[in-house]
């Protein structure tokens, strides 16, 4: 069955190769000097420009390098947004990352108007694995007397299996519809409300803008050899085996993730702290984030904060 994606498929193709027209025209470049400078045939070129070629990424960036020409000025908004929107884009590549958050919460007041956001007490983890979001959450929860929901946990329950099986059997994109969808469930079925989610929401755009738009978001960071060496000690040995270089990874990760976990809406960072003091760091943090309402109840410690 065709989906709607694969329908659109044609009509964005024709607007493409239009683009690459456009463009080849706007630098005064014939066809063939194209092809020589690119390193595209030209006999594939006007196939593209016809509408009828369905180009790599790789292959657009060529051409785009060839014509001194933004490469999201081709890709993006092609048929929908065009010019102006690739204009927004460019804009944003060249602000500074420290930046980004302001700007975001400007773009949300000015397309959903003030109040749009609707966290209510809903609160949710981000980071690594191995930071401490579950044992954090759980514990936070039950001092304010919410529900605790751990994403990944639902995930397996709506699939039936466990996320090495979704991944396995089903691949990354299944496991990413049901992580969304049970993100919505969770957010539909409680207005107050822990969430520890996994690593990799962040990586997913669309799910991540939904867990910032209704929830407050808190990173739990930790160094990269805290991370690795609680998952260990959780018994994992997985980032070990077969991978002398598991460090380097781990970092590779953090470093292309910091970004959107600076997007949240506060940070507790838990290296060198027991899990009494890093719970006492974020209760702080979430009862600003609520509001004085919410530090209503006791802050006895129980036994198991200890």
Same mark, same amino acid.
């Given at each position: 069955? #065709?989906?709607?994606?694969?329908?659109?498929?044609?009509?964005?193709?024709?607007?493409?190769?239009?683009?690459? *027209?456009?463009?080849?025209?706007? #630098?005064?470049?014939?066809?063939?000097?194209?092809?020589?400078?690119?390193?595209?045939?030209?006999?594939?070129?006007?196939?593209?420009?016809?509408?009828?070629?369905?180009?790599?990424?790789? &292959?657009? *960036?060529?051409?785009?390098?060839?014509?001194?020409?933004?490469?999201?000025?081709?890709?993006?908004?092609?048929?929908? +947004?065009?010019?102006?929107?690739?204009?927004?884009?460019?804009?944003?590549?060249?602000?500074?990352?420290?930046?980004?958050?302001?700007? !975001?919460?400007?773009?949300?007041?000015?397309?959903?108007?003030? +109040?749009? *956001?609707?966290? !209510?007490?809903? &609160?949710?983890?981000? =980071?690594?694995? =191995?930071?401490?979001?579950?044992?954090?959450?759980?514990?936070?929860?039950?001092?304010?007397?919410?529900?605790?929901?751990?994403?990944? !946990?639902?995930?397996?329950?709506?699939? +039936?299996?466990?996320?090495?099986?979704?991944?396995?059997?089903?691949?990354?994109?299944?496991?990413?519809?049901?992580? *969304?969808?049970?993100?919505?469930?969770?957010?539909?079925?409680?207005?107050? &409300?822990?969430?520890?989610?996994?690593?990799?929401?962040?990586?997913?755009?669309?799910?991540?803008?939904?867990?910032?738009?209704?929830?407050?978001?808190?990173?739990?960071?930790?160094?990269?050899?805290?991370?690795?060496?609680?998952?260990?000690?959780? =018994?994992?040995?997985?980032?070990?085996?077969?991978?002398?270089?598991?460090?380097?990874?781990?970092?590779?990760?953090?470093?292309?993730?910091?970004?959107?976990?600076?997007?949240?809406?506060?940070?507790?960072?838990?290296?060198?702290?027991?899990?009494?003091?890093?719970?006492?760091?974020?209760? =702080?943090?979430?009862?600003?984030?609520?509001?004085?309402?919410?530090?209503?109840?006791?802050?006895?410690?129980?036994?198991?904060?200890?």
């Amino acid at each position: 069955m #065709r989906t709607d994606q694969n329908r659109d498929m044609p009509a964005y193709l024709a607007a493409l190769g239009q683009r690459v *027209r456009e463009a080849r025209a706007k #630098r005064g470049m014939a066809r063939r000097i194209l092809a020589r400078d690119s390193g595209v045939s030209e006999r594939y070129l006007a196939q593209l420009e016809s509408g009828a070629g369905n180009p790599s990424i790789a &292959v657009l *960036r060529q051409i785009a390098m060839a014509v001194d020409y933004p490469l999201a000025d081709l890709v993006v908004g092609v048929g929908d +947004g065009g010019p102006d929107f690739a204009r927004i884009l460019r804009l944003l590549e060249t602000a500074p990352r420290s930046e980004l958050p302001k700007i !975001r919460a400007q773009v949300e007041l000015l397309l959903t108007g003030k +109040g749009g *956001r609707d966290k !209510r007490q809903r &609160v949710s983890l981000i =980071g690594l694995r =191995g930071g401490g979001k579950s044992t954090l959450g759980r514990l936070l929860a039950e001092r304010f007397d919410f529900p605790f929901i751990e994403l990944n !946990r639902l995930v397996e329950q709506e699939y +039936g299996g466990s996320i090495g099986e979704i991944l396995a059997l089903s691949g990354q994109p299944a496991f990413r519809r049901y992580e *969304r969808r049970c993100l919505e469930a969770a957010i539909r079925d409680h207005d107050s &409300v822990i969430i520890a989610t996994g690593g990799g929401i962040v990586s997913e755009a669309a799910t991540f803008s939904l867990l910032l738009e209704k929830t407050h978001t808190v990173w739990v960071e930790a160094s990269p050899e805290e991370h690795l060496g609680r998952v260990i000690a959780q =018994g994992d040995l997985r980032p070990m085996a077969k991978n002398d270089e598991a460090m380097e990874d781990l970092k590779a990760i953090l470093k292309a993730r910091e970004p959107y976990h600076r997007m949240a809406d506060a940070t507790v960072r838990t290296s060198g702290e027991t899990i009494a003091e890093s719970l006492e760091q974020l209760h =702080g943090v979430v009862v600003r984030l609520l509001g004085p309402d919410s530090a209503h109840r006791p802050l006895a410690m129980s036994s198991s904060e200890g």
